[in-house]
């Protein structure tokens, strides 16, 4: 089993920056696709970022390509989520998700989930 906790979130102007940190205990990620999704107030959950287990292969969405970037290290246990320029439209709060399949973290239908992490971004 995995358990994942979220940590990196705030309070930040638009334009600036945060890094969201997702680790994990139980087990390592070894073998685990890892995704970030995010929910905003009055909005459904969206999918963000993912990574595949070895890191070679990232999935972004249209609205944060080019200013998040998703990453792991996995001698540490941890993937990241570099959020740069950050906008109001930001503001939600981030979930990290894991499982074996990709696709299912893509999906949002992957069996792990964090308690997830609160990013404010002010005008």
């Known amino acids: 089993q995995v358990r994942l906790v979220e940590s990196g979130g705030g309070l930040v102007q638009a334009g600036g920056s945060l890094r969201l940190s997702c680790a994990a205990s139980g087990r390592t990620f070894s073998g685990y696709a890892v995704g970030w999704f995010r929910q905003a107030p009055g909005k459904e959950r969206e999918f963000v970022a993912a990574?595949?287990?070895?890191?070679?292969?990232?999935y972004y969405a249209d609205s944060v390509k080019g200013r998040f970037t998703i990453s792991r290290d996995n001698a540490k246990n941890r993937v990241y989520l570099q959020m740069n320029s950050l906008k109001p439209e930001d503001t939600a709060v981030y979930y990290c998700t894991a499982d074996p399949s990709t696709d299912t973290v893509v999906d949002g239908r992957s069996g792990y989930w964090g308690q997830g992490t609160q990013v404010t971004v002010s005008s």
């Open positions: 990574i595949s287990w070895s890191g070679g292969t990232t």
